[in-house]
C-alpha cells in the first residue's frame, strides 16, 4: 500500500513525502527481520530469499535519489 502511495506521491513532485515514506519502510523492514531472528522463526539468515535484498536496495537508492532530487532543487 505505501509503495502505491509512493509512486502516487512521485507523480504529484511530492519529492519529500516519497524519501519519508521510503525510510519509514526501510526500517520497518529491517526491524521486522530482527525480530523474526530472535524470535527464532528466521533460523538462519540464509531462509531470506533475494527478493528481500532487492527491496532494500530498492528502498536505500529511492532515498539517494530523493536527496539528490531534492539537493538540485534547492540549487536551482
Known sequence: MSTIIMM?????????????????NLILLISSTILLYFCEVL?????????????????????IFCRKVLKENLIA
Do not use: R
Not at 8 to 24: C, E, M, P
Open 43 to 63: 533460523e538462519a539468515i540464509d531462509q531470506i530469499k533475494i527478493g528481500y535484498y532487492l527491496i532494500i536496495i530498492n528502498f536505500i537508492l529511492i532515498i
Open 8 to 24: 502516487i506521491l512521485s507523480f504529484l513532485n511530492k519529492i519529500k513525502a516519497v524519501q519519508i515514506l521510503s525510510l519509514i
